[in-house]
């Protein structure tokens, strides 16, 4: 195996030619075939090391090439050779749980080449009537024979997010060890790669606490660090800063030489803007180990957030220089060329985070984004329409599927998209407010006052302590008695005021004077051009008022003071009276 490192002396090209026609270069010594009298840990130590080989030549032909296409087309030497000979082995029952573990990597591999390594090794073999195993089958058998080797469930769980169709027969084949606790971490792992969030927190709430409710602090895995992280993690991908800020600062008190994970910690605090804690975290990366990828990334977002985009882009090509497969530092550098303008560059970063895992959807929305800023809106929609189908609950990628819609021009898929992006919990308000626009623009009175109480709601309940038990204003589609604490205790910001002066009007023509003149009341507050319209509607509420009361008692002087006037209308009698306490409460019903 050493002598096959010995350096090439034909071109770069004539040897990509030959290499990826399956062959050894011209100039490498032959590689002689392994031993008969190899035991089974000499299989797995010599098809290991022949592997590796040939996963650095492939690196180096990588490294001097510039066109992504011939990126792609480069593969590891050696796995034709591999496939064979290993599976000579694994048909004579020679390989122990590690060697067939190197023999799967081998065939995940193949599968991957351009050429298809795999196809070639099954028609070597068809000739004896036999066929080549699936990479997953293989691993399957290599973990039921050692559960322990977590590389092997880890390439197990990439064959499973890769083809969602093997999910049945590998979770069929390990059903003996389905009790396993590497198991229940290997679930974990694919929850979160498939953003099933809450699948993933469930299965560490019960490896964190066991299944006792009575113990709960009797699990096997208390205090581990990989699944406090891994909970961390995955309230991250759920947006849930607070807690997952919360649980990166419990671990990283625990375990304070970490890094595993802390760049996801780095990406929360730039979210949240907190200065101090990422200057800390950075400090402390660089002090543990100032060559790893995460510290790279680490201090590249305490740059970006001081507005220092050259210096943060430095830092991402560092760590892309420790690790070319390294997701996040490409993503994160496509982020910082949008800041600097840069959208070729930006997009040649998000097209490398998408070679590397097609699955990320934040590659595929900066994509969208970056073709949204170059006015490119066909392209755009396609990037954001990706990202929403790996997302399909996350209304961001609605709200940036409906603005493209709107700049094309097509305002009833617009109007769906941005429904969509309601019914998935629009926490930002973000469709809330644009489907108003569209109701509005349509002339439809009653579904723009809906959504923009439902954007009144959504503002009240983000500005209220997320702990709290009430925290929630009542039900969708019964907030009676709420409508009152929404318009009071909201904060006014501009999309606020434009709601309040909006639901103003509407009360206005509906006869509840009482809420327009609340609306118009909270207006008063804000310094905008509301303020002097609010102003005026609210003189021209209380005038209606004071004519409508004024009938209704010239109407009762005539008749008696316990008699209601026949064509006193229904609503001038709600003014009167008792039902003077409930006329501020919304007439039409309420869905979010």
Not at 109 to 138: I, L, Y
Not at 464 to 492: F, H, W, Y
Request: proline content about 5%; hydrophobic content about 35%; glycine content about 8%.
């Amino acid at each position: 195996v050493d002598a096959s490192e010995t350096a090439p002396t034909s071109s770069a090209k004539g040897r990509r030619r030959f290499l990826a026609a399956g062959g050894v270069a011209s100039s490498d010594p032959s590689i002689h075939p392994p031993s008969p009298q190899l035991d089974a840990f000499g299989i797995c130590l010599r098809a290991y090391a022949l592997y590796l080989a040939g996963e650095r030549r492939k690196e180096e032909e990588i490294v001097e090439l510039r066109d992504p296409l011939e990126r792609t087309s480069v593969r590891n030497a050696y796995l034709t050779q591999l496939s064979a000979e290993l599976y000579d082995y694994y048909s004579a029952g020679s390989l122990d749980p590690f060697g067939m573990y190197v023999y799967g990597v081998v065939l995940k591999e193949s599968n991957k080449s351009p050429t298809g390594t795999s196809t070639a090794a099954t028609k070597f073999h068809s000739s004896e009537g036999t066929h080549t195993p699936t990479a997953h089958g293989v691993f399957i058998e290599s973990l039921l024979a050692f559960p322990y080797n977590w590389s092997a469930w880890l390439d197990l769980s990439q064959l499973c997010i890769d083809d969602p169709s093997i999910h049945p027969d590998v979770e069929d084949s390990l059903r003996p060890i389905s009790a396993h606790w590497m198991y229940h971490f290997f679930c974990v792992h694919v929850f979160l790669e498939n953003q099933a969030n809450d699948n993933a927190i469930a299965v560490i709430d019960r490896l964190i606490h066991g299944n006792s409710d009575d113990m709960p602090d009797r699990g096997m895995f208390v205090r581990s660090p990989y699944l406090q992280s891994q909970l961390a993690v995955a309230h991250y991908n759920m947006r849930d800063f607070d807690s997952a800020q919360s649980l990166f600062s419990t671990l990283a008190g625990r375990d304070p030489n970490r890094l595993d994970s802390m760049d996801v910690y780095s990406n929360i605090l730039y979210v949240k803007e907190d200065r101090v804690a990422l200057s800390q975290l950075a400090h402390r990366a660089i002090r543990i180990d100032k060559y790893r990828p995460e510290t790279c990334c680490i201090v590249g977002n305490y740059y970006s957030l001081r507005g220092r985009h050259e210096r943060a882009v430095v830092y991402f090509q560092r760590a892309l220089k420790l690790d070319r497969t390294y997701l996040a530092a490409w993503t994160l550098m496509g982020h910082e060329y949008v800041e600097m303008k840069n959208a070729a560059a930006a997009v040649e970063a998000y097209r490398r985070a998408v070679d590397i895992n097609p699955r990320d959807y934040r590659a595929w929305y900066g994509l969208g984004q970056t073709y949204e800023i170059m006015n490119m809106l066909l392209y755009a929609l396609f990037y954001y329409r990706r990202a929403a189908a790996l997302r399909p609950y996350d209304a961001r990628m609605w709200c940036a599927v409906g603005g493209c819609y709107l700049g094309l021009d097509r305002r009833a898929d617009a109007v769906r998209t941005y429904e969509r992006a309601v019914s998935s919990g629009d926490g930002e308000g973000i469709a809330t407010r644009r489907l108003a626009g569209l109701y509005q623009e349509d002339g439809d009175a009653e579904g723009a006052a809906r959504c923009y109480l439902r954007h009144l709601e959504l503002r009240y309940q983000a500005q209220r302590a997320p702990s709290s038990p009430d925290s929630r204003v009542g039900t969708p589609g019964s907030l009676e008695g709420s409508i009152d604490d929404v318009i009071n205790q909201v904060r006014v910001d501009a999309p606020e005021a434009e709601a309040l002066l909006y639901l103003a009007y509407y009360y206005r023509d509906n006869g509840e004077y009482e809420t327009a003149g609340m609306c118009c009341s909270r207006l008063l507050e804000y310094p905008g051009p509301e303020k002097e319209e609010g102003k005026a509607l609210l003189r021209e509420i209380r005038s209606r008022m004071d004519r409508r009361g004024g009938s209704v008692r010239r109407g009762n002087a005539g008749v008696g003071r316990r008699q209601q006037t026949p064509e006193t209308p229904q609503g001038e009698a709600e003014l009167m009276g008792e039902s003077m306490e409930t006329s501020g409460r919304s007439s039409f019903e309420f869905s979010p």
